[in-house]
């Protein structure tokens, strides 16, 4: 019988929710009174098991998960819980007090309703070493009210942890450490802080606290014994009183970047500290004496922490000392005796510093030393004998040094990890490397090796992963086979040699192969695919003599090809784009022929595409997919034709695109302009034509720092607009940007450009380098003033057009020109006296003209010669001969030695050079500049290049 009439309806509806309200009842009443033997069998099938929920993971502090296990698999229910693998029972109650499934192969998520939840009385929940897919902290956790030990780290929780977690108020330690990225927002922090009282030991490494502020630290119990934040994104400053908590035993602070300490403590510090991490947190002052009190100390590691001076002999105090590292610092100086004598010490990091001097001769300690670094330093002498002799080394590590002379035989067979590269060693490779069963990993790169060495010297290293002699003379024996069967990395550029190693061809692991800079002629070897097929991500055969077709290579699995500067003809391979993940492919500089694959720029994965220098012919493909990953197009120097595509606008990422030399035509390419990474943008020596209109979005090419549109069909004015939304030549402080290079990490661009009247390939581009070349075209009006803003500028190039009007006295503000061709126009006036105080011109080209009135004299003026003035019939003074109201013009006086300070080689070219470019030619000398700035501050990587 149905329910009809709206009472009768609201009566059934009554009846239904007190029917779920009594079920809901009954079966919360049965889950709650649930056996706890129950409730962990019903936890344990929620879950599967899986070997890869638990890998093994290595901290400084921690070793996680080196011997997991199943622990649940042997839960049997016809067995008293209370002995299952991982259980804790109370003896009288028979309560479960203690769940430990650490590292136990768990996975799936843990829910609010998981009967995990139904062990009131546990006291002890260590979970950590699993992976519990990205689950949240149910705020259940906060029932757990009699729990001291809560450990959940490393087992793939995230989200925010829930403020119920505060509730536990008889936590003495918590462990949350190694998640994904867990969010602590102020509210919850603080209430950890004011509720958990008996807390002691709190572990948030890799967890989200950048909304909490440093000094709440301070809040905390001066009962700690352990913190440990390490990177957890604090931010601000921090009181150095941190430090200096009584009880404290272990504190990470590590890998903060953003944190500010100021300065360490002059006293009172613990003195039951025995971890100390500060890695990565900044100080503006120096290390003080009184780090060498704390004799309680294990482990130190203060690495990239902006540390100057010298290395502190007091550490020499802190005989416990098992790991120290000082690496990525300032420090400078001598090597202290004292922290060669550490009778415990196991590990000790001083790279990437600035010491200097040599090794001690004679030490004590180290007995128990495993792994010495000390590479890139100005560290130099001989190698001492009791380097050789360390009975526990394991790792050792020299490179980048100034090391001279011979090293001694190894006395021990313990070494994985030897790296000698760098330095200026020389005489003969100890032989008893040759034993070193266990090593893993060689580099004996760039020394002075007086002998050619010997491949097959080192064919019983079964165990080496990575082995490294470029820059080396090396002699292989092809008549030799031999395995090693786990050489991932091979390294023999620059070693002249003239074939392909023959015992590849069994190098089934190889992963890294570099070949580059040597003599290999011939084609490719076959054997060379099936070597690598499976494995191989990076193959560099650049600059050596191969010859034939392109090799028909599929690697599956190759990221980075380079085959440039060799003599490869044929056509480019659509084989090549079965490599699904190739990122860089460089062909430059063969003989190249065909078209460009269309497949190529369909890639969603291809980085780098450098073709230039061949004779590829036909259109450019006009397909570009959306959402691909071009960083970098160079097809400059083929015989490409057609318009460019259109689709190019769809390379979202891309930083340099260089066309030029081909025969490419149309428009200027103003679809382009809405590229926001673009810095340079290279169409010289094509057929480009007509006007270059108005910009059509409101910021064009902000970050465009090398514009080069020479030697097509350009006409009408000037594109003053363009000009006015460069915002990345506008203003550059040089002395405030770090010495970087495009590509920079993964692949280094280098891109020809004219300066100072010459094509020079700029091996590597320097990321503030900055010019604008719109020479021979057909350009006409007058000079915009507004160019005058643009302030970075290291070039600036209009020669060869029908430019009107007078040179613009705006450009005294290009502070940092060092080049400017205005030459073979028709332009009138005078030069203005402002170019007089430009610091850095060094090449002034104001030829063919019609300038009138006297030639500006001082500073860099007194330096032009004639031919930066040809042609100009009104035009008189130094250096001509012709003068100038009559009277003869003087000979401007020699530099005073302020003048010379003022123009000296700081930014990378050296007045000396000009002078010797007075009696060899000033292209000479100007070269010669260039050349010489090896011995100043880098500007750029530069060699000469001949364009046909």
């Given at each position: 019988?149905?329910?009809?009439?709206?009472?009768?309806?609201?009566?059934c509806?009554l009846?239904?929710?007190?029917l779920?309200?009594?079920?809901?009842?009954?079966?919360?009443?049965?889950?709650?009174?649930?056996?706890?033997?129950?409730?962990?069998?019903?936890?344990?099938?929620?879950?599967?098991?899986?070997?890869?929920?638990?890998?093994?993971?290595?901290?400084?502090?921690?070793?996680?998960c080196?011997?997991?296990?199943?622990?649940?698999?042997?839960?049997?229910?016809?067995?008293?819980?209370?002995?299952?693998?991982?259980?804790?029972?109370?003896?009288?109650?028979?309560?479960?007090?203690?769940?430990?499934?650490?590292?136990?192969?768990?996975?799936?998520?843990?829910?609010?309703?998981?009967?995990?939840?139904?062990?009131?009385?546990?006291?002890?929940?260590?979970?950590?070493?699993?992976?519990?897919?990205?689950?949240?902290?149910?705020?259940?956790?906060?029932?757990?009210?009699?729990?001291?030990?809560?450990?959940?780290?490393?087992?793939?929780?995230?989200?925010?942890i829930?403020?119920?977690?505060?509730?536990?108020?008889?936590l003495?330690?918590?462990?949350?450490?190694?998640?994904?990225?867990?969010?602590?927002?102020?509210?919850?922090?603080?209430?950890?802080?004011?509720?958990?009282?008996?807390?002691?030991?709190?572990?948030?490494?890799?967890?989200?606290?950048?909304?909490?502020?440093?000094?709440?630290?301070?809040?905390?119990?001066?009962?700690?014994?352990?913190?440990?934040?390490?990177?957890?994104?604090?931010?601000?400053?921090?009181?150095?009183?941190?430090?200096?908590?009584?009880?404290?035993?272990?504190?990470?602070?590590?890998?903060?970047?953003?944190?500010?300490?100021?300065?360490?403590?002059?006293?009172?510090?613990?003195?039951?500290?025995?971890?100390?991490?500060?890695?990565?947190?900044?100080?503006?002052?120096?290390?003080?004496?009184?780090?060498?009190?704390?004799?309680?100390?294990?482990?130190?590691?203060?690495?990239?922490?902006?540390?100057?001076?010298?290395?502190?002999?007091?550490?020499?105090?802190?005989?416990?000392?098992?790991y120290?590292?000082?690496?990525?610092?300032?420090?400078?100086?001598?090597?202290?005796?004292?922290?060669?004598?550490?009778?415990?010490?196991?590990?000790?990091?001083?790279?990437?510093?600035?010491?200097?001097?040599?090794?001690?001769?004679?030490?004590?300690?180290?007995?128990?030393?495993?792994?010495?670094?000390?590479?890139?330093?100005?560290?130099?002498?001989?190698l001492?004998?009791w380097?050789?002799?360390?009975?526990?080394?394991?790792?050792?590590?020299?490179?980048?040094?100034?090391?001279?002379?011979?090293?001694?035989?190894?006395?021990?067979?313990s070494?994985?990890?030897?790296?000698?590269?760098?330095?200026?060693?020389?005489?003969?490779?100890?032989?008893?490397?040759s034993?070193?069963?266990?090593?893993?990993?060689?580099?004996?790169?760039?020394?002075?090796?007086?002998?050619?060495?010997?491949?097959?010297?080192f064919?019983?290293?079964?165990?080496?992963?990575?082995?490294?002699?470029?820059?080396?003379?090396?002699?292989?024996?092809?008549?030799?086979t031999?395995?090693?069967?786990?050489?991932?990395?091979?390294?023999?550029?620059?070693?002249?040699?003239?074939?392909?190693?023959?015992?590849?061809?069994?190098?089934?692991?190889?992963?890294?192969?570099?070949?580059?800079?040597?003599?290999?002629?011939?084609?490719?070897?076959?054997?060379?695919?099936?070597?690598?097929?499976?494995?191989?991500?990076?193959?560099?055969?650049?600059?050596?003599?191969?010859?034939?077709?392109?090799?028909?290579?599929?690697?599956l699995?190759?990221?980075y090809?380079?085959?440039?500067?060799?003599k490869?003809?044929?056509?480019?391979?659509?084989?090549?784009?079965?490599?699904?993940?190739?990122?860089?492919?460089?062909?430059?500089?063969?003989?190249?022929?065909?078209?460009?694959?269309?497949?190529?720029?369909?890639?969603?994965?291809?980085?780098?595409?450098?073709?230039?220098?061949?004779s590829?012919?036909?259109?450019?493909?006009?397909?570009?997919?959306?959402?691909?990953?071009?960083?970098?197009?160079?097809?400059?120097?083929?015989?490409?034709?057609?318009?460019?595509?259109?689709?190019?606008?769809?390379?979202?990422?891309?930083?340099?695109?260089?066309?030029?030399?081909?025969?490419?035509?149309?428009?200027?390419?103003?679809?382009?302009?809405?590229?926001?990474?673009?810095?340079?943008?290279?169409?010289?020596?094509?057929?480009?034509?007509?006007?270059?209109?108005?910009?059509?979005?409101?910021?064009?090419?902000?970050?465009?720092?090398?514009?080069?549109?020479?030697?097509?069909?350009?006409n009408?004015?000037?594109?003053?607009?363009?000009?006015?939304?460069?915002?990345?030549?506008?203003?550059?402080?040089?002395?405030?940007?770090?010495?970087?290079?495009?590509?920079?990490?993964?692949?280094?661009?280098?891109?020809?450009?004219?300066?100072?009247?010459?094509?020079?390939?700029?091996?590597?581009?320097?990321?503030?380098?900055?010019?604008?070349?719109?020479?021979?075209?057909?350009?006409?009006?007058?000079?915009?003033?507004?160019?005058?803003?643009?302030?970075?500028?290291?070039?600036?190039?209009?020669?060869?057009?029908?430019?009107?009007?007078?040179?613009?006295p705006?450009?005294?503000?290009?502070?940092?020109?060092?080049?400017?061709?205005?030459?073979?126009?028709?332009?009138?006036?005078?030069?203005?006296?402002?170019?007089?105080?430009?610091?850095?011109?060094?090449?002034?080209?104001?030829?063919?003209?019609?300038?009138?009135?006297?030639?500006?004299?001082?500073?860099q003026?007194?330096?032009?010669?004639?031919?930066?003035?040809?042609?100009?019939?009104?035009?008189?003074?130094?250096?001509?001969?012709?003068?100038?109201?009559?009277?003869?013009?003087?000979?401007?006086?020699?530099?005073?030695?302020?003048?010379?300070?003022?123009?000296?080689?700081?930014?990378?070219?050296?007045?000396q050079?000009?002078?010797?470019?007075?009696?060899?030619?000033?292209?000479?000398?100007?070269?010669?500049?260039?050349?010489?700035?090896?011995?100043?501050?880098?500007?750029?990587?530069?060699?000469?290049?001949?364009?046909?």
């Amino acid at each position: 019988m149905g329910c009809l009439g709206w009472k009768n309806q609201l009566f059934c509806l009554l009846v239904i929710l007190s029917l779920l309200f009594h079920f809901s009842s009954s079966f919360s009443s049965s889950l709650s009174s649930i056996s706890p033997c129950s409730a962990l069998l019903h936890f344990n099938h929620s879950l599967s098991l899986d070997l890869s929920a638990s890998p093994s993971y290595y901290t400084s502090r921690i070793q996680m998960c080196d011997n997991s296990y199943p622990k649940t698999a042997s839960w049997k229910e016809d067995k008293d819980c209370c002995s299952w693998d991982g259980v804790v029972c109370h003896q009288t109650t028979r309560h479960v007090i203690g769940l430990d499934l650490s590292c136990s192969w768990l996975r799936g998520p843990i829910h609010s309703n998981s009967t995990l939840f139904f062990l009131p009385h546990l006291r002890a929940l260590n979970l950590a070493g699993n992976c519990f897919n990205e689950s949240l902290i149910s705020p259940e956790f906060g029932k757990f009210k009699t729990l001291t030990h809560l450990n959940l780290s490393y087992s793939c929780f995230s989200g925010k942890i829930p403020n119920e977690i505060s509730h536990l108020s008889s936590l003495i330690s918590l462990d949350l450490s190694l998640n994904n990225g867990l969010l602590i927002e102020t509210p919850v922090w603080k209430s950890v802080i004011h509720n958990l009282t008996q807390l002691r030991e709190l572990l948030l490494d890799q967890s989200d606290m950048s909304s909490i502020r440093p000094n709440s630290l301070m809040n905390l119990s001066s009962s700690f014994t352990t913190l440990s934040l390490n990177y957890c994104k604090l931010q601000g400053k921090l009181e150095n009183s941190i430090l200096c908590l009584p009880s404290i035993q272990t504190l990470d602070l590590g890998f903060n970047i953003n944190l500010d300490m100021g300065s360490l403590p002059k006293s009172n510090w613990s003195s039951y500290l025995q971890f100390l991490d500060l890695s990565s947190v900044s100080f503006s002052e120096k290390l003080p004496d009184s780090i060498g009190n704390l004799k309680s100390l294990k482990y130190l590691d203060i690495s990239n922490c902006n540390f100057t001076g010298s290395i502190l002999t007091s550490l020499g105090n802190l005989t416990k000392l098992t790991y120290l590292t000082l690496s990525s610092n300032n420090f400078s100086g001598l090597l202290p005796l004292s922290v060669f004598n550490l009778p415990n010490l196991s590990s000790l990091y001083l790279d990437n510093n600035q010491l200097i001097g040599p090794l001690p001769n004679h030490v004590s300690g180290l007995l128990n030393l495993k792994d010495l670094y000390l590479s890139s330093n100005f560290l130099n002498g001989t190698l001492p004998s009791w380097l050789s002799n360390l009975p526990s080394l394991v790792s050792l590590s020299l490179n980048g040094n100034q090391f001279i002379g011979e090293i001694g035989e190894f006395k021990s067979n313990s070494l994985k990890h030897l790296d000698l590269s760098y330095n200026k060693l020389y005489g003969s490779i100890p032989r008893s490397i040759s034993r070193f069963v266990n090593l893993t990993y060689l580099s004996l790169s760039s020394n002075n090796w007086s002998n050619m060495l010997e491949l097959e010297m080192f064919s019983k290293l079964k165990n080496l992963v990575f082995l490294d002699f470029s820059n080396n003379l090396v002699s292989i024996n092809n008549n030799v086979t031999y395995t090693l069967p786990k050489l991932s990395s091979l390294n023999l550029s620059s070693c002249n040699i003239s074939e392909f190693p023959i015992f590849l061809r069994i190098a089934t692991t190889l992963q890294f192969l570099d070949l580059s800079n040597n003599r290999i002629y011939g084609q490719v070897p076959k054997w060379l695919e099936d070597m690598g097929r499976d494995s191989l991500y990076f193959l560099d055969l650049h600059d050596n003599l191969l010859q034939g077709p392109f090799p028909t290579l599929s690697f599956l699995s190759l990221e980075y090809l380079s085959v440039s500067n060799n003599k490869l003809t044929g056509e480019i391979p659509s084989l090549i784009c079965n490599t699904s993940s190739l990122y860089v492919l460089d062909l430059s500089h063969n003989n190249l022929s065909g078209v460009v694959p269309k497949c190529l720029v369909h890639s969603n994965v291809l980085s780098v595409l450098d073709l230039r220098m061949n004779s590829l012919h036909g259109t450019i493909p006009a397909t570009f997919s959306k959402g691909n990953h071009f960083r970098n197009i160079n097809l400059n120097g083929n015989q490409l034709e057609g318009p460019l595509p259109r689709s190019l606008a769809n390379c979202r990422n891309l930083e340099v695109l260089d066309l030029g030399s081909n025969k490419i035509n149309g428009t200027f390419p103003y679809w382009l302009e809405g590229l926001l990474y673009l810095r340079v943008l290279v169409i010289r020596s094509n057929k480009f034509q007509g006007r270059i209109g108005n910009p059509k979005t409101k910021s064009p090419f902000p970050n465009l720092r090398i514009l080069d549109i020479s030697n097509n069909e350009f006409n009408g004015p000037l594109p003053i607009k363009y000009f006015k939304f460069l915002k990345a030549m506008t203003n550059v402080d040089e002395g405030k940007v770090a010495l970087k290079y495009m590509g920079d990490g993964y692949y280094q661009d280098s891109l020809n450009v004219m300066m100072k009247g010459l094509y020079i390939e700029l091996v590597r581009i320097q990321t503030v380098f900055t010019t604008i070349d719109f020479s021979n075209n057909s350009f006409r009006g007058e000079i915009p003033k507004i160019i005058g803003r643009l302030k970075s500028l290291k070039g600036l190039n209009f020669s060869h057009n029908n430019l009107t009007g007078y040179i613009p006295p705006s450009f005294g503000n290009l502070s940092n020109l060092e080049w400017l061709d205005l030459s073979f126009n028709k332009l009138i006036g005078e030069i203005p006296k402002q170019l007089v105080d430009l610091p850095w011109l060094e090449v002034l080209k104001l030829s063919h003209n019609q300038l009138t009135g006297h030639i500006p004299f001082g500073k860099q003026f007194n330096t032009f010669d004639n031919d930066s003035y040809t042609d100009n019939q009104g035009l008189c003074g130094f250096p001509l001969s012709k003068t100038c109201n009559s009277l003869e013009a003087k000979k401007p006086p020699p530099l005073t030695l302020q003048q010379e300070d003022y123009l000296g080689p700081e930014n990378g070219f050296s007045w000396q050079a000009i002078s010797m470019g007075y009696g060899c030619g000033v292209i000479f000398g100007m070269l010669m500049g260039y050349l010489m700035f090896k011995i100043g501050k880098p500007k750029w990587i530069v060699r000469m290049v001949n364009l046909e």
